[in-house]
């Protein structure tokens, strides 16, 4: 298995051009004209994701989320989250690279093998940058309402949450 998954990488990178010659595709100018469009797609995209970073400097610089995570506590008290928890569910919504911040400090705190460490790594794979992916990829589309994706992506994030420290408690 090891051998066979050093190759599937380098096979994909020589057979999907070596398809598209045998089917007559100029891959060269193909290629040249998808990354044209991505440098493009980047440049829309640069504006919102400027954008979103800054508001999560403010956030966290601001201290908008202490006071979430204390407005929170109850609620998260009463569903059996841990408060260490509650700041990595909210910065996971926002930025990945501040959520992963969170998980390091976590981690180096209670260490890996924790529950708070094993809870904190599956928040970490079951959430998403709700937030951060509607601002950038809803921006770089034009989209300007975007109320019913984000209060659905944030309950999914919440729910995720919840479901992550109830699996991480019974498989610990």
Same mark, same amino acid.
């Given at each position: 298995?090891?051998?066979?998954?050093?190759? &599937?990488?380098?096979?994909?990178?020589? %057979?999907?051009?070596l398809?598209?010659? @045998?089917? *007559? &595709?100029?891959?060269y100018?193909? /290629?040249?004209e998808?990354a044209?469009?991505g440098?493009?797609?980047?440049?829309?995209v640069?504006? !919102?994701?400027?954008?979103?970073?800054?508001?999560? *400097?403010? /956030?966290?610089?601001?201290?908008?989320?202490s006071?979430?995570?204390?407005? @929170?506590?109850?609620?998260?008290t %009463?569903? #059996?989250?841990p408060?260490?928890?509650?700041?990595l *569910?909210v910065?996971?919504?926002?930025? #990945? *690279?501040g959520?992963?911040g969170?998980l390091?400090?976590?981690?180096?705190? /209670?260490g890996? +093998?924790?529950? %708070?460490?094993?809870?904190?790594?599956? &928040?970490?794979?079951?959430t998403?940058?709700?937030l !951060?992916?509607?601002?950038v990829y !809803?921006?770089?589309i034009?989209?300007? +309402?975007?109320?019913?994706?984000?209060? &659905? #992506?944030?309950?999914? +994030?919440?729910?995720?949450?919840?479901?992550a420290?109830?699996?991480?408690?019974? %498989?610990?």
């Open positions: 298995m090891g051998t066979w998954s050093v190759w &599937v990488m380098p096979a994909l990178v020589a %057979l999907i051009p398809y598209g010659v @045998l089917k *007559g &595709v100029k891959v100018a193909a /290629f040249i998808g044209k469009e440098f493009e797609t980047a440049v829309r640069i504006p !919102y994701l400027v954008a979103m970073l800054v508001a999560v *400097g403010v /956030f966290r610089a601001s201290g908008a989320m006071l979430l995570t204390t407005l @929170l506590r109850p609620v998260t %009463l569903l #059996g989250i408060a260490e928890l509650v700041p *569910g910065m996971r919504s926002l930025s #990945g *690279g959520a992963q969170l390091a400090e976590l981690l180096r705190t /209670f890996p +093998d924790s529950f %708070l460490g094993r809870a904190a790594s599956v &928040v970490m794979g079951s998403e940058t709700t !951060y992916t509607v601002a !809803y921006g770089s034009g989209v300007r +309402d975007a109320r019913c994706t984000v209060a &659905v #992506g944030l309950a999914a +994030d919440a729910f995720s949450m919840l479901a420290v109830l699996f991480t408690r019974l %498989l610990l």
